[in-house]
């Protein structure tokens, strides 16, 4: 048998898929990665709403909530948390937001509308993203980006320059070189924010993307080797745990361009290394 434990409240369904259900491109039935026939047809359990707290190697469980659940072989696959900056009068309001799960963008569309003036922290691909279903349905999206250039991740200067063009064109506005500061507000609600310029933008809605951390705690604690990321066997996914593997976000991955071992928080890497994973668990021989 097959047990996946999820702290979310909703089966498995595509993440990237969460700027294309905000902006109404995509129903939320659209998203599911399954249909529920098919873990029923494969004998999986999907456990919503478990938040696992703890990872016993001794006794071979995991702990979610008031239950134990036993293991012969554990993949942890619990991907990323957002990365927030330290900002004044911020945390806690209720108009601050991220933007990485259907719960978050099922918030931020209960938000949204025709007057709602948008500002999103970072001009990397989740603010992008944001920016990009935000533009559909707010009276105006502002992105704030620390770097000199959008995604400065992954494009050069002259591609950055083109996707910035072609961005402004569809009605988005940037404030590159710069970060937010602090915020101004009434009560829970923030109302305007001021930039490391001094200059003042109205907000209506913040979402905070300027990046995303690996979750290793649960590892960590169970011992397991972590070096920012969770260590595996990058061509079996094994961890330094022997019965324990590892997938997505949460691992430290081979960049195939240098050969360089860094976090590589992508879909399709995290969709190879789980379909490694889950072979070699089973007794398989796939390999990266």
């Excluded at 491109?25 to 707290?53: C, G, H």
């Amino acid at each position: 048998t097959v047990t996946i434990l999820t702290e979310e409240a909703y089966m498995p369904y595509s993440r990237p898929s969460i700027s294309y259900y905000l902006k109404g491109k995509v129903k939320e039935s659209d998203m599911a990665l399954r249909k529920p026939y098919f873990y029923k047809e494969k004998k999986i359990d999907v456990v919503t709403n478990a938040k696992v707290t703890a990872i016993d190697t001794e006794k071979k469980t995991v702990k979610a909530g008031r239950k134990s659940y036993p293991y012969d072989k554990l993949c942890l696959c619990t991907g990323s948390k957002p990365f927030v900056p330290p900002m004044e009068n911020v945390k806690g309001k209720s108009n601050a937001l991220t933007f990485l799960d259907l719960q978050t963008v099922k918030d931020i569309k209960s938000i949204a509308n025709e007057k709602t003036r948008a500002v999103v922290i970072g001009a990397g691909l989740i603010g992008m993203k944001a920016a990009e279903g935000l533009v559909k349905i707010c009276k105006s999206v502002d992105v704030v980006e620390l770097a000199p250039r959008v995604l400065p991740s992954i494009l050069d200067e002259k591609s950055a320059k083109q996707v910035k063009k072609h961005l402004e064109n569809n009605s988005i506005r940037f404030h590159m070189e710069n970060t937010v500061v602090k915020a101004s507000s009434k009560g829970k609600l923030i109302t305007s924010v001021t930039l490391k310029s001094g200059k003042k933008l109205p907000c209506d809605l913040l979402i905070l993307a300027v990046g995303v951390r690996p979750q290793t705690e649960l590892a960590e604690k169970a011992g397991l080797a972590v070096d920012r990321g969770i260590i595996t066997d990058t061509q079996t996914m094994q961890t330094s745990n022997p019965d324990i593997y590892a997938a997505g976000d949460c691992c430290v991955s081979v960049d195939m361009l240098d050969g360089s071992k860094k976090i590589i928080a992508l879909w399709p890497n995290a969709v190879q290394q789980g379909n490694v994973a889950g072979s070699q668990m089973a007794g398989g021989d796939t390999v990266t």
